[in-house]
Antibody, heavy 120, light 111 residues
């Protein structure tokens, strides 16, 4: 059974930093692209970042480019999101999602999410 | 950036009825890159349809997707109680900073 478990969320002040982690199990992590998608309270879904299986290709939404860094450790079956210079508008539930084997930017399994709150 | 507009915003239907959800793109989208997700309150989204018309693993056949170009449709043939949720369409294209975009969602609520 595929499992994705996010951690690392919490309350942080504007301008602060936070590192999210996603622990994967139940599939061959190193073969799949991975993604972060967020959802502000009461709002819709927003794609944040994607990373290919070997980390060769990395993509960011314009809203986070230059502030967030996605990475992965295939030996540890883990995905990360380093978030710097956080703003109030970054407040959201952050989901880790695996990519469909055929369609890199179709998200077929999702974690339960971790809440990031940016507030003074 | 490709903008996806979903309509209606809310659909009020009874169990057993047919639901038709629309997703319109601001420019043409490859059918291979169009997906639909379901999200229930307090839960993560779940992939329903990929490639515009292929059902994801474990998705019942009452869910079907169709469309091409700029107009796509998710149809639920007969609503079950567990189908009342919010549905999002999603596409991916070639704009680097807006590689993936989601529609604003359609809420299917019990009438």
């Amino acid at each position: 059974e595929v499992q994705l478990v996010e951690s690392g969320g919490g309350l942080v002040k504007p301008g602060g930093s936070l590192r999210l982690s996603c622990a994967a199990s139940g599939f061959t992590f190193s073969s799949y692209s991975m993604n972060w998608v967020r959802q502000a309270p009461g709002k819709g879904l927003e794609w944040v970042s994607s990373i290919s299986s070997s980390s060769s290709y990395i993509y960011y939404a314009d809203s986070v480019k230059g502030r967030f860094t996605i990475s992965r450790d295939n030996a540890k079956n883990s995905l990360y999101l380093q978030m710097n210079s956080l703003r109030a508008e970054d407040t959201a539930v952050y989901y880790c999602a695996s990519s469909h084997i055929l369609y890199r930017f179709t998200f077929d399994y999702w974690g339960q999410g971790t809440l990031v709150t940016v507030s003074s | 950036e490709i903008v996806l507009t979903q309509s209606p915003g809310t659909l009020s239907l009874s169990p057993g009825e047919r639901a038709t959800l629309s997703c319109r793109a601001s420019q043409s989208v490859s059918s291979s890159y169009l997906a639909w997700y379901q999200q229930k309150p307090g839960q993560a989204p779940r992939l329903l349809i990929y490639g515009a018309s292929s059902r994801a693993t474990g998705i019942p056949d009452r869910f079907s997707g169709s469309g091409s170009g700029t107009d796509f449709t998710l149809t639920i043939s007969r609503l079950e109680p567990e189908d009342f949720a919010v549905y999002y369409c999603q596409q991916y294209g070639s704009s680097p900073g807006a590689l993936v975009t989601f529609g604003g969602g359609t809420k299917v609520e019990i009438k």
